[in-house]
DNA sequence: AAACCGGGGCA
DNA sequence: TGCCCAGGTTT
């Protein structure tokens, strides 16, 4: 049996039992479909029931002051989307006389409508042919027909819309959008789904190669942490003041200097973070900024500003890992490459 | 292409 | 903790 015939038939077995599955009014679908962006069922259920009996019509809802709408929205996150419908409810009754679009290529043009939501309303309230491809539908069709290209990459959207595209022609688009949608939700869950009683597990791509748990790909959007170092280098004649890195942290069992990291960067030298300096290094130290540094990790980026210390006092007992090493001893000691480079520019000088 | 926008459920 | 949720807008 074909992919899409089975979803139908297990959706018209399974399907919960929803308020905006009952009405073909573009209204109270925009509502609900606006409301369930990025927000599970469950917690969006009780909004849309408070919404609609606040604002049965979109012209109840255009009357509404943009504090009341956030009042109902209150709780429900990304609050943009409250301001948006306001908008766009008092946009629909000025200029299409209180009468709500239902045309994909009209609904795409209101503000906080977007692919997803355009093809949903459409598809719901007047069976255009529009696919929805959402979070749910990006990974029934990964899992099912085996894509493993990123589905937030735009090759990936691309290229799942497409395969949507192809799947929804001979269907009826308002009963295979909900069916997709609501299959992925329920059954085809991110983790653990249900595949031992799945009805497509017998041609299902990631079931038949174990890939379920790998499938749908999602591209590492590594969030880099900045971070503010300052370095204070501490030398006589011949020696350096060094500190052995310890665990927590990156560079571990390497060495650098007495660090102060810093919330915000420094670019001259403040009265806070002069007073934190002293505290650690006493009230008659001096300091002078020596270079700057930008480096780039995997993970990180590290502004790193190095500093010249004088007058200070050091209380080694509480600072076990802090220790005067002579420059060539230094030189055999593992150290992160931003020391290394400074120690090369700093012995030319 | 990446950042940003939120609160909540779940492993 | 990290991931994900009936995504969209901005830079």
């Known amino acids: 049996m074909a992919f899409q015939t089975e979803i139908t038939k297990w959706y018209l077995h399974n399907k ?30 009780p909004y849309f029931n408070r919404f609609l009996e606040a604002y049965p019509t979109v012209s109840d809802f255009a009357n509404a002051t943009e504090e009341q709408v ?6 429900l996150g990304y609050y943009s989307r409250g301001r948006n419908m306001l908008f766009t409810a008092r946009q629909i009754q000025e200029k299409y006389k209180g009468i709500f679009p239902v045309k994909y ?13 355009a093809a949903a309303i459409s598809s719901f309230a007047a069976d ?14 990964s899992r099912y027909f085996g894509i493993d290209t ?20 001979g269907e009826v688009p308002s009963l295979y959008n909900q069916a997709i949608m609501e299959f992925g939700a329920m059954q085809c869950k991110p983790k653990s789904p249900l595949c031992s009683i799945c009805p497509l597990q017998a041609d299902c791509f990631a079931r038949r190669n174990n890939l379920v748990n790998v499938l749908p790909v999602k591209e590492k959007k590594l969030k880099k942490r900045t971070r503010y170092f300052n370095y204070f280098v501490c030398t006589n004649s011949d020696q350096i003041l060094v500190k052995r890195r310890t665990a927590g942290d990156i560079w ?3 060495y650098d200097f007495p660090l102060l990291e810093t919330p915000d960067q420094y670019h001259n030298i403040q009265e806070e973070f002069l007073s934190q300096v002293k505290s650690s290094f006493g009230n008659d130290c001096t300091i002078a900024p020596l270079e700057q540094k930008k480096h780039l990790l995997t993970h990180q980026t590290i502004y790193v500003q190095f500093f010249a210390l004088d007058n200070y006092i050091i209380n080694f007992n ?32």
Do not use: C
Request: cysteine-free.
């Open 150 to 169: 990123p589905i937030n990459s735009t090759e990936g959207k691309k290229k799942f819309l497409a395969l949507a595209n192809e799947l929804i022609i």
């Open 16 to 45: 919960r039992d929803l308020p905006w599955r009952k009405t073909t009014d573009p209204y109270v679908i925009w509502l609900s479909e606006i409301i369930l962006q990025q927000t599970r069922v469950e917690q969006g259920l």
């Open 70 to 75: 956030l009042k109902l929205w209150q709780g």
């Open 318 to 349: 509480q600072n076990a890992e802090i220790k005067w090493v002579t420059f060539d001893e230094f030189d055999e000691l593992p150290q992160p490459k931003v020391i290394t480079n400074f120690m090369s520019s700093y012995s030319v000088n």
């Open 128 to 141: 255009e042919v529009k696919p929805v491809v959402d979070g749910n539908v990006f990974r029934v069709l």
């Open 252 to 254: 571990q069992e390497l």
């Open 105 to 117: 290529d009209e609904l795409i043009l209101l503000k906080g409508v977007g692919d997803y939501t």
